[in-house]
Nanobody, 125 residues
Framework: VQLQASGGGLVQAGGSLRLSCAAS????????MAWFRQVSGEEREFVTS????????YYADPVKGRFIISRDNAKNTVDLQMNSLKPEDTAVYYC???????????????????WGHGTLVTVSS
């Protein structure tokens, strides 16, 4: 599976951005999908995930209520709608995919087998 993230850019605090992750090589309809982010010099951290079976979603506390993950199986994409952005949301955002992920590990980078190149999101104050 090849993943390509896009949609990053510069936005003012309080604004919105929509990231998109396009997949090729395999359908996303039977893959768990996630977004992570990373600030230079820090660990890559979980943002949100979407399970293919049952459609359950998970969010990290800092983004809960502001970010929304959605998938379009027909287009083989997964999007991340980011609202009410804060300067602390500034990071490189990565999409990831995995299969047979155990529920207790959905927030772990180790659970995901496929990663796209990141897209930079910069939120100015």
């Amino acid at each position: 599976v090849q993943l390509q993230a896009s949609g990053g850019g510069l936005v003012q605090a309080g604004g919105s951005l929509r990231l998109s992750c396009a997949a090729s090589g395999r359908t996303l309809s039977r893959l768990d999908m996630a977004w992570f982010r990373q600030v230079s010099g820090e660990e890559r951290e979980f943002v949100t995930s979407s399970r293919w079976s049952g459609g359950r979603t998970y969010y990290a506390d800092p983004v809960k209520g502001r970010f929304i993950i959605s998938r379009d199986n027909a287009k083989n994409t997964v999007d991340l709608q980011m609202n009410s952005l804060k300067p602390e949301d500034t990071a490189v955002y990565y999409c990831a995919a995995g299969s047979t992920i155990i529920t207790s590990t959905v927030r772990s980078t180790d659970a995901y087998h496929y990663w796209g190149h990141g897209t930079l999101v910069t939120v100015s104050s």
